[in-house]
């Protein structure tokens, strides 16, 4: 019998939500909002005829050190030799892991927050630490007392999911200045677009720590989630260091191509924002005006306590069409996690609840 290395024994495949069309067919149903997935309402910026454009060089291989890269490095800032491109930002989160660990070093993160730090350690071969979230934020004083000879890599989600909650730049300061250097610290800022806290520390002063990385995502607020395309920000020196562990064509010509326009469309952005804003007020409101615990959101979802029949709750929804996140594999069962959606997908689901509610009223 052919068994898996030992360290991806204990963990357990990545199981997607169902997709709107699973839903469709399962419930049979004409119609699925999903707001699982923290997928931007607005759709692709991306139009057809710029993927067409795309397809006819399919035949050769991608151009991934021009075009992107460069356009990213004015976006922000930075020289070309301070970004990598990835599959994905899942793909940057694994290269780090498989770039800097030995099965000697360990990594550190929290309890309840994305999944893919501890897939990247075991694929790694290496331990992980998960510390609880205190107060539903990253517990900074806990991460420090955790440090230990063999600690390499930390991961923080920043804003973390599920929670929406951040380390503010006071909280960086005082992880940063007590972190030893050898310890590269990965801020994963998926939903940094998202943050309004006017205490946010902007890239700039995040990079002027020698060890310190930035992976970001044209997933969320850019539409392009379909496309699998992220990168990661970090000094010339530890970027070439991750690239030792990159396959030679790891982002395909669309994705390339995609970002590039997308990375253009400043009235999309300013039109995404907006629309996660009201979302972000109207969801917060109406789930408070019920009862229930909305943690504070920086980001595009927001981690709703529900109590003992969340579960429950999420699968009714998923009938009537609706399609939330249940928070069990975050380590909160009593929680759900909903994506901002459009004002009307946010209004349906609220609808929906209201009539799940009155027939099982929320316990505890
Ligand atoms: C915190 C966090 N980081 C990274 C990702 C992965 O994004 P990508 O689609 O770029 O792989 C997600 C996706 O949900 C996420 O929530």
């Given at each position: 019998m052919i068994t898996p290395r030992h360290q991806l024994e204990s963990i357990p495949p990545y199981i997607p939500g169902l997709s709107t069309q699973e839903v469709m067919n399962r419930f049979n149903l004409s119609s699925v909002i999903k707001l699982?997935?923290?997928?931007?309402?607005?759709?692709?910026?991306?139009?057809p005829h710029i993927f067409a454009d795309a397809i006819r060089s399919a035949h050769q291989y991608p151009h991934?050190?021009?075009?992107l890269i460069d356009q990213l490095a004015q976006h922000h800032q930075?020289?070309?030799?301070q970004l990598i491109l990835g599959n994905g930002s899942d793909e940057i989160l694994q290269l780090i892991a498989l770039s800097t660990l030995n099965p000697s070093d360990s990594v550190l993160t929290a309890l309840q927050t994305f999944s893919e730090y501890r897939f990247s350690a075991a694929l790694a071969g290496a331990p992980c630490y998960e510390i609880p979230l205190r107060n539903y934020q990253y517990d900074v004083p806990a991460l420090l007392q955790a440090l230990n000879p063999t600690t390499k890599l930390m991961y923080i989600a920043n804003p973390n999911n599920p929670t929406g909650t951040i380390l503010n730049r006071y909280d960086i300061e005082t992880l940063m200045n007590r972190i030893p250097p050898s310890v590269l610290v990965v801020f994963d800022q998926a939903y940094d677009a998202y943050v309004t806290d006017p205490h946010w520390m902007p890239l700039s002063d995040l990079l002027a720590y020698p060890n310190v990385v930035v992976t970001r995502t044209f997933s969320k607020l850019y539409g392009l989630?379909?496309?699998?395309i992220g990168y990661a920000i970090s000094s010339p020196s530890i970027i070439q260091l991750i690239q030792k562990?990159?396959?030679?064509?790891?982002?395909?010509s669309l994705a390339l191509i995609a970002a590039q326009y997308a990375l253009t469309q400043t009235q999309f952005v300013q039109d995404s924002l907006a629309m996660n804003q009201a979302g972000l007020r109207y969801l917060t409101s109406e789930l408070t005006q019920r009862g229930m615990l909305v943690i504070p959101s920086q980001a595009n979802f927001v981690c709703v306590k529900m109590g003992p029949t969340a579960k429950q709750v999420t699968q009714m929804l998923l009938e009537r069409g609706i399609i939330i996140r249940h928070l069990a594999s975050f380590g909160y069962p009593d929680f759900i996690r909903i994506t901002i959606g459009s004002l009307p997908q946010l209004q349906s689901f609220v609808l929906e609840l209201d009539t799940i509610l009155s027939a099982h009223p929320l316990q505890g």
């Open positions: 699982a997935s923290n997928e931007n309402p607005l759709g692709c910026p991306v139009p991934y050190t021009t075009g930075v020289s070309p030799h989630a379909a496309c699998r562990a990159r396959s030679p064509f790891n982002v395909n």
